[in-house]
């Protein structure tokens, strides 16, 4: 040990802090992933698990709080920041030999005067093996000697470096959860590197002196992490590749790392991989939903009477999605067509999709089509008789929907639609024949035979004819540019292969015990005509008539889990909307978690809302239509 003593009176010229320390486990090498994903603007920074604090030393921040529960080394930093010199000139009373190295670990630091024992733990940090921290039982460090040739002990510009940065941090000892806690505010950004899991005799080198850090505490760890991010601050965690890591924070996204260990002697066994968690804060949804005046066009779409139908939620619906920037929408289950056609309203891009034809029918008339419309004179020629009509409705639909004189008409518009050679004409006078038939039609729904639900209604004492009239005026007064160019498509949404737009609105057949979902069974009659009952097989045993549903992926419980998993990952850029009722499966929980795996923050608007017809009061004589309308929000 040197008896010379030497006081610093000369501070060097240095602007760039860097660690004190050598850390088993410093984050140092990882720099290069870290910097690029810190927050540009951020209230304070907070590190509670400090050791080397190697990520502090690069950003040097304006104000932050530093923390950890190891008291020796906390009370290194509070001395480089308020005692450097006196810190110094203890340093300078060290030699790297073993003699001095052992004669200064037996020292029990917490008996020395602070900026002493801030120059111990200095001097045994560098010229220990590997630069480790460990105690033994009874607290007294007990890592041996490095015999490393020419450590460097006393590094004068990092001192005063590192004074000049640590004296703008708030430096505190103890537990993180009490730091956190106790300090951690919105707009934090948070840096959490915790005891690397697996659990081993080596969890404990970083921070710990006595206690360990378990599995359970990695858990507890999680749930912070999840208060914070609702909280608002920013959090980045770091940790080993280890299973459970990925089930703590497998929603967040996680990078994985390939990384060098610097515990082990044997440089062989020193490669590892570490992950990366980046955890924006939460974005704050409003979600009181005060409902916006919709532009007066959405009132001109006309009024369907198909289940499903979202035209009563659509304020609803675009309180949410006006509080993001978005230029472009899918909507994937079109279904009546009302909300795609809201979104074009707004001005917003639109591409339209359902796996019904006469759904895709709806969308092409009036969100694909920005200017054409059916001339009400040409409309009127649709109604004259055909002589060489195939008489398909005629023969195969006698008795069970409308009369003979109906089904004549229906089969007469059918071969006049199909010669109009306009593609946006045909879609509109098709639309129009759809839609006289479901108006005509008592409960607009295809399940039943007769006219048992005849409940006097002024639609269904109109005649066909009037009805297709009406819905061909309706349909040119809903038609209007807003200057985009708007897609329909007639598939399954499953399968396509566009661009990624910046916003997907989903509203699927629901799968409920309650009831069944298909759409098929109920509109089988109209969907015929849409596709002219092309590519399906008429049912003739059945009493009604209908034709074999579609395959859906949501007519089962599992079915429906697995398609929104694949809908979620495949729109994973995108802003999500879904609609799902509280009666339908998968339920609240399980749609969160699945929608988590692939968005950042997940937010849950429910709706008190109630189906205009339905089977689902018929469980028990429970009246299962008054039910709350989820909107799960993925962003």
């Known amino acids: 040990m040197r008896t010379e003593f030497a006081i ?8 760039t802090a860097r660690p004190l320390l050598k850390w ?51 009370n290194m930093y509070r001395m480089v920041a308020a005692n450097v010199e006196k810190v110094i000139a203890s340093l300078m009373h060290y030699d790297n030999s073993d003699e001095t190295f052992y004669a200064v670990r037996a020292l029990n630091w917490m008996e020395m005067e602070p900026s002493k024992a801030a ?6 940090n560098h010229t220990c093996f590997n630069g480790l921290y460990r105690v033994n ?41 009490d730091i956190l806690k106790e300090q951690a505010q919105s707009n934090d950004f948070i840096f959490l590197d915790p005891p690397y899991l697996p659990v081993s005799q080596y969890s404990d080198f970083k921070r710990y002196t006595k206690e360990q850090f378990y599995e359970e505490d990695h858990v507890e760890l999680a749930n912070e992490i999840d ?17 459970l890591v990925h089930e703590l924070y497998g929603k967040y996204g996680i990078e994985v790392l390939q990384t060098k260990r610097h515990i082990s002697c044997n440089g062989n066994n020193r490669i590892g991989e570490d992950i990366i968690v980046n955890i924006p804060p939460a974005k704050k949804l409003n979600l009181h939903l005060v409902p916006q005046p919709q532009p007066k066009q959405v009132s001109k779409y006309p009024t369907t009477r198909y289940m499903g139908s979202k035209s009563k939620l659509i304020d609803q619906i675009w309180a949410v999605a006006s509080q993001f920037e978005f230029n472009t929408v899918a909507d994937l289950f079109s279904g009546s067509g009302i909300v795609g056609y809201m979104f074009k309203a707004h001005g917003k891009t639109v591409f339209s999709n359902d796996y019904m034809a006469m759904s895709a029918t709806f969308t092409k008339a009036m969100i694909e089509n920005n200017s054409i419309i059916l001339p009400i004179q040409e409309a009127l020629l649709l109604l004259e008789k055909q002589e060489n009509t195939d008489r398909f409705v005629e023969q195969n639909f006698q008795g069970l929907y409308f009369s003979d004189e109906d089904n004549k008409l229906i089969d007469t518009l059918r071969t006049n639609i199909a010669n109009i050679h306009e593609p946006y004409n045909r879609a509109i006078a098709l639309s129009a024949l759809i839609r006289a038939c479901t108006k005509k039609r008592p409960r607009g729904i295809f399940t039943y035979i007769g006219e048992r639900y005849d409940d006097g209604r002024k639609d269904i004492k109109l005649s066909l004819a009037d009805h297709f009239i009406e819905a061909v005026k309706a349909i040119n007064g809903a038609v209007f540019d807003n200057g985009k160019e708007n897609k329909s498509r007639h598939g399954d949404a499953m399968t396509y292969k566009g661009i990624l737009p910046d916003m997907v609105y989903i509203d699927p057949p629901y799968y409920s015990p309650y009831s069944d979902n298909e759409y098929v069974r109920r509109y089988h009659f109209v969907e015929g005509l849409a596709r002219d009952w092309k590519g399906v097989e008429i049912q003739k045993h059945t009493l009604t008539k209908k034709f074999k549903s579609y395959p ?26 879904v609609s799902y009722s509280s009666n339908s499966l998968p339920g609240l929980d399980e749609m969160v978690s699945i929608m988590s795996k692939y968005k950042n923050y997940v937010d849950v608007v429910p709706i008190d809302y109630r189906y205009s017809f ?3 009061g018929t469980i028990s004589g429970k009246n299962k239509n008054r039910v709350l309308e989820y909107l799960f929000v993925g962003y």
Not at 119 to 124: D, G, H, Q, S, Y
Not at 141 to 162: C, H, R, T
């Open 137 to 177: 039982k009874n607290g007294q460090f007990n890592v041996p000697y490095g015999k490393y040739k020419n450590p460097k002990i006393i590094d004068k510009e990092a001192l005063y470096a590192a004074s000049k940065l640590l004296n703008k941090a708030t430096i505190l000892c103890g537990d993180y959860k």
């Open 227 to 243: 208060r914070l991010h609702e909280l608002g601050c920013h959090v980045i965690l770091t940790n080993s590749n280890h299973p």
């Open 119 to 124: 120059a111990r733990t200095i001097f045994l």
């Open 24 to 74: 088993a486990g410093g984050k140092k090498q990882l720099l290069n992933d870290l910097l690029p994903i810190i927050p540009k603007q951020y209230n304070r920074y907070i590190e509670p698990f400090f050791g080397g604090g190697a990520l502090f030393f690069a950003i040097q921040p304006k104000s932050s709080i530093i923390a950890d529960s190891n008291p020796e080394i906390i």
């Open 614 to 616: 339905g089977n689902q």
């Open 552 to 577: 859906t992926p949501f007519s089962t419980r599992n079915g429906a889990a697995d398609a929104f998993d694949k809908l979620f990952r495949k729109y994973s850029s995108s802003i999500l909307i």
């Open 8 to 15: 610093v009176s000369e501070q060097p010229l240095i602007e």
